[in-house]
């Protein structure tokens, strides 16, 4: 009588198993660390999915970046390389596959596309700290590099289209709202044409800042917050506009609605200091930076300013 082995049982098993379940036991496996035993049934599961002829592009690109994130924890850049570009070519600016991406070209030392991909990632959501470090450390290593010039080095970053946008905004407005609840004062969540009219007047706010316009910029902002009152983004720029008109209790209250929507979003705690600090609150001032160094240990406007607001106590 033949044996067979605990290892070919556990393969006749996974063959008989649904992608869906596939892609769990990899996220299992990857929780544990066993990221080699990951990549191999996260390509079972892309097969399971290629091979039921219901080609869902958002599951097949889930699973590539996945895979990717496998392999980048094992040291495999150049497949990570290979699998987010393929999750990307199935759905286009995905931020996890980005970033992977990113991550494992900074590894092989092609500082030029890492940095592409982080600033991409960035257009798309501007309050991911990953990105932001990215981005430093590769302007650091380019200007090594290439010098002065080595922005003119770089390929093309690509626009990000506003309804990728707009996606992320609205799921992320859904997203607020099942987290806070049923408060008595929550609003109700933006349909798709007022998150569409709200990104369009904060983008012109936008642009306002760009030309130093600060006053037609919260004009803006105001009426984009009308229209969506869970973008945390118009909350922190407004208060950026606010902190150069010098209207710094308005700068708090505005960094407060940010805070209340994420505790740890790092520009509202450190645009709420610099209020603060102007209002000679540096208490607060301190409080506000010393919970930003939480979030992100090595954040150096943050650690500059608290080194400055100490000088004064």
């Keep these: 009588m033949s044996v067979i082995s605990y290892e070919t049982k556990m393969s006749q098993k996974r063959r008989s ?16 660390g066993q990221y080699g035993e990951a990549a191999s049934i ?20 889930i699973l590539y970046s996945n895979r ?9 850049c150049g497949e990570c390389v290979k699998d987010c570009t393929v999750s990307l070519d199935l759905v ?8 992977r991406r990113a991550a494992a070209y900074e590894a092989l030392e092609r500082y030029r596309l890492a940095y592409v991909d ?18 430093n450390r590769m302007t650091k290593c380019l200007t090594e590099v290439d010098g002065l010039s080595w922005r003119e080095k770089l390929p093309l970053i690509p626009t990000v289209p506003m309804a990728v946008k707009e996606k992320l905004s609205l799921a992320t407005s859904k997203q607020t709202t099942q987290h806070n609840g049923t408060r008595e004062n929550e609003k109700s969540v933006p349909g798709e044409d007022s998150i569409k009219k709200a990104l369009t007047l904060k983008e012109e706010g936008n642009a306002q ?36 008109v010098k209207m710094y209790k308005e700068a708090v209250q505005d960094c407060e ?3 209340r929507l994420d505790s740890a979003n790092i520009k509202a705690l450190y645009r709420r200091a610099q209020a603060h600090k102007e209002l000679k609150d540096y208490k607060a001032c301190i409080e506000d930076l010393n919970s930003l160094l939480k979030v992100e240990p090595k954040n150096t406007a943050g650690q500059n300013l608290l080194l400055e607001v100490q000088k004064k106590k």
């Design 17 to 32: 198993q649904s992608w869906t379940e596939l892609k769990q036991a990899g996220n299992e496996f990857f929780k544990t």
């Design 42 to 61: 996260y390509s079972q599961a892309i097969k399971e999915v290629e091979k039921s002829g219901k080609k869902n592009l958002e599951d097949l690109s």
């Design 68 to 76: 990717a994130a496998s392999y980048l924890k094992d040291g495999n």
């Design 92 to 99: 286009p600016f995905g931020i996890k596959p980005l970033l």
């Design 118 to 135: 982080y600033k991409t990632a960035l257009q798309i959501d501007c309050n991911i700290p990953a990105a932001h470090d990215g981005t």
């Design 209 to 244: 800042v760009k030309k130093g316009e600060y006053k037609k910029a919260i004009e803006k902002y105001t009426q984009s917050l009308k229209h969506n009152s869970s973008e945390i983004t118009t909350y922190t720029n407004r208060a950026l506009c606010y902190l150069s």
């Design 257 to 259: 609605e940010a805070l």
